[in-house]
């Protein structure tokens, strides 16, 4: 399962952007998909996760600024009220099935958000 990520870019800090992610390849399900993000030199972390039923979470540090969203094997994330510390490169993630019995745990490529200040 392949995983494309894009939408990010550089925005003023206030501004706002949007990331998209769409999944393809021999998909059964997909139970879970998320975003996460990335800064030098540190572990890779959690921003917002929707599961198939449409539950989802938020890292704290976004709560209120982001709003993560699914269409079938495609997430999203819109990012408001956007900050200098939102600067990260944002990876998208998603869990399920190929068939089954087979799982699967994908990331897409990265795509970097730069908030000027």
């Known amino acids: 399962v392949q995983l494309q990520a894009s939408g990010g870019g550089l925005v003023q800090a206030g501004g706002f952007l949007r990331l998209s992610c769409a999944a393809s390849?021999?998909?059964?399900?997909?139970?879970?998909m998320g975003w996460y993000l990335q800064t030098p030199g540190k572990q890779r972390e959690l921003v917002a996760q929707?599961?198939?039923?449409?539950l989802s979470t938020y890292a704290d540090s976004v709560k209120g600024r982001f709003t993560i969203s699914r269409d079938k094997n495609t997430v999203y994330l819109q990012m408001n009220s956007l900050k200098p510390e939102d600067i990260a490169v944002y990876y998208c993630?998603?869990?399920?099935?190929?068939?089954?019995?087979?799982?699967?745990?994908?990331w897409g490529q990265g795509t970097l958000v730069t908030v000027s200040s």
């Open positions: 993630n998603a869990l399920g099935l190929t068939d089954w019995r087979t799982n699967f745990d994908s």
């Open positions: 390849g021999i998909i059964f399900s997909i139970a879970r």
């Open positions: 929707i599961t198939s039923g449409g």
